[in-house]
């Protein structure tokens, strides 16, 4: 075969793959979720997440973020500040087990329709460690992960730290046509959260807010069982999504 038809079917092929991959189209409908009672849309609840996950509808929910509190981070790095400075606003927040982060993760995939995606925001620590026995007996699979560099210096024993992680799990069947509907976010985000702005762990805005365009329609529901700063609220009115998500302190 000559070289020049050689490539043209190669372009043609990749071409091919592309098209069977990728859409700017989403075809991906999630059923009219009936609130339950005490829950209302775009508003800072204060409840117990596991329970606000208890209460809805099994396959109703198009996307969620979860920003677990890692116990496994104050036991097992030990910075040496817990308690002194910034490290007393990291150290107040009621931190998780691994099991408690289970459960969350658990619940996230009963309530996520099929295809739908959580945006797991993940340490360094765990990230190196292995997460994965945190959603064994759902129905999710890692299909990426971006890096939020924060554009500051913050805390480390050995390197300091610039940037946190955020890996994007799909409830099975995995699938990006129809579903996925922007595709020239980067993987690594450079956003600055200003400090002093109501909570040691906000982030974010535009980061979430994309992402929430890129797997969901207009109107569709997106939660934070563990919502901290709410910043998930601030992204969804930014998008005309609709939020529900609550926080042990509201």
Not at 98 to 107: A, N, P, Q, V
Not at 184 to 205: A, C, L
Not at 226 to 243: E, K, M, P, Y
Request: include cysteine; charged fraction near 25%.
């Amino acid at each position: 075969m000559a070289k020049a038809a050689y490539k043209s079917k190669i372009d043609a092929n990749a071409n091919e793959v592309l098209a069977n991959v990728f859409s700017n189209d989403r075809n991906l409908t999630a059923p009219k979720l009936d609130v339950p009672n005490g829950m209302n849309y775009n508003v800072r609840l204060k409840m117990d997440g596991l329970d606000f996950l208890s209460r809805l509808t099994s396959d109703s929910i198009t996307v969620a973020f979860f920003d677990p509190q890692y116990r496994g981070v104050l036991d097992k790095l030990g910075y040496g500040n817990e308690g002194v400075d910034r490290g007393k606003e990291r150290c107040s927040l009621e931190q998780m087990s691994e099991i408690t982060i289970k459960e969350f993760i658990s619940g996230i995939s009963n309530c996520l329709i099929p295809s739908g995606h959580l945006f797991l925001w993940m340490d360094k620590f765990h990230l190196c460690t292995g997460f994965s026995n945190w959603f064994d007996g759902t129905q999710f699979d890692v299909v990426d992960m971006l890096t939020w560099h924060k554009g500051r210096i913050g805390m480390g024993y050995r390197t300091r730290r610039t940037s946190e992680y955020l890996v994007v799990l799909q409830k099975q069947p995995r699938r990006a046509k129809g579903v996925w509907q922007i595709h020239n976010i980067p993987d690594v985000w450079h956003e600055k959260v200003k400090r002093g702005s109501g909570h040691t762990h906000k982030k974010p805005v535009m980061l979430q807010g994309e992402l929430i365009s890129a797997v969901s329609n207009a109107g569709d529901v997106v939660i934070d069982p563990a919502a901290g700063s709410f910043s998930v609220l601030d992204a969804c009115q930014n998008r005309g999504r609709n939020f529900l998500g609550c926080d042990l302190n509201g």
